[in-house]
């Protein structure tokens, strides 16, 4: 049980465009769901927290207007990188938090990232 | 924010228990410690957490001092398998550099 997928797993895009990055959990409901980003042979840093119908929370540094994160239904939630820039190149990963519990209590589930080039 | 120091790197050797130490002195009455773990180029896996007692799961034990300033995570068999970068983490699951730990055969 417990599993949170990613999609796409790689993602390669033209400086400009925008790409969109599906998180699922697929066998539990999730009200928070986090996004991450990872620059090679760095840790993870958070870069927002999504609330099932809520707006997201987003970390200190990290622009909204960038980084579209929209947490749909229990189960889904998408970030979309727009205009993306090489810079913007990372890997990103998503992490599910199960519903129904004490914040500091609930466990985290990671989806498994996607790698995003951007040229 | 509660934060957490572990050592850079560890080497074990195949087959070895692998205890991995983690320090969380500024760790809070409520918050639990979880232990992470990230093999390359995947998502963080979950291993363990606890709050005040010992924990085990069939991937490892977690023992957590009675002061809750520190705890260790003990991996009872290494194996190949068990290379990775480990993360002890506690507010808000705020990721440091982790553990890089390498089993060796």
């Known amino acids: 049980g417990a599993v949170v997928s990613q999609h796409p797993s790689r993602v390669i895009c033209k400086s400009g465009t925008s790409v969109k990055i599906e998180c699922r959990s697929l066998?539990?409901?999730?009200?928070?769901m986090f996004w991450y980003r990872q620059f090679p042979k760095q840790s993870l840093m958070l870069m927002a927290t999504?609330?099932?119908?809520?707006?997201?929370?987003?970390e200190q540094g990290v622009e909204k207007d960038k980084f579209l994160i929209n947490h749909a239904s229990l189960t889904l939630s998408t970030l979309t990188v727009t205009s993306a820039h090489p810079e913007d190149s990372s890997f990103y990963i998503c992490?599910?938090?199960?519903?129904?519990?004490?914040?500091?209590?609930?466990?985290?589930?990671f989806g498994p990232g996607t790698r995003l080039t951007v040229l | 924010d509660a934060k957490t120091t572990q050592p850079t790197s560890m080497d074990c050797a195949e087959g070895r228990a692998a205890n991995l130490p983690c320090n969380h002195s500024?760790?809070?009455?409520?918050?639990?410690v979880y232990w992470y773990r990230q093999i390359h180029s995947q998502g963080p896996q979950y291993i363990i957490h606890?709050?005040?007692n010992n924990e085990t799961n069939e991937m490892a034990s977690l023992i957590i001092t009675e002061d809750r300033k520190s705890s260790t995570l003990i991996l009872p068999h290494a194996t190949l398998r068990d290379t990775a970068v480990y993360y002890c983490?506690?507010?808000?699951?705020?990721f440091g550099a982790g553990t890089t730990v390498t089993v060796r055969a």
């Open positions: 992490s599910a938090r199960v519903a129904g519990g004490i914040s500091s209590t609930d466990t985290q589930y």
């Open positions: 066998d539990f409901q999730a009200t928070t």
């Open positions: 999504s609330n099932e119908g809520s707006k997201a929370t987003y």
């Open positions: 500024t760790i809070s009455g409520n918050e639990y």
């Open positions: 606890g709050l005040k």
């Open positions: 983490i506690v507010h808000k699951l705020s």
